[in-house]
């Protein structure tokens, strides 16, 4: 007579704890690493109607300033004093045969605050300086016209 191990009963469902605890690994890690990828300071620009693209601009090193509506000044994402922004402009121009610098600035924001970033960045040797706006839509984009009867 032979050995017949008995088997126990077997479970139908399918073990789902590993795959949770994947799923919440991976959460996490979305959750840290979004914030991180924010690349601009969010601004209101003003709108302009006879506004030109500047495709380079949304370039990733594109040297963006950005003007807020409380007066501080950004470059990139890092915020940076008025007095420090001459040399960090300087520092980032220095390679490069493109000296462009580009400024958003939000439409709520003091002219003088928007003046002096400007100023700032002519005196570090920037050749072409680039002032954002948004596309203004035009009226027959903004509400749909009547049916012709």
Known sequence: MAYKPQAG??????????????MLVLLIIFMVVTPLLT??????????????????????DAIVVAVTRDG???LGSTNVQKDDLTGQVKDRIAN???KTVYVRSDARAKYGDVVAAVDEIRSAGV????LLTQRLLEKSAQAPRPPAD
């Open 39 to 60: 690349k601009d300071i969010p601004v209101d620009m003003a709108s302009a109607a006879n506004s030109r693209d500047m495709q380079d601009a949304d370039k990733d």
């Open 72 to 74: 501080r000044i950004y």
């Open 9 to 22: 009963a077997q479970m139908a469902s399918p073990n789902v704890i590993p795959m949770a605890d994947i």
């Open 96 to 98: 490069r045969l493109d």
């Open 127 to 130: 050749d072409q300086l680039g």
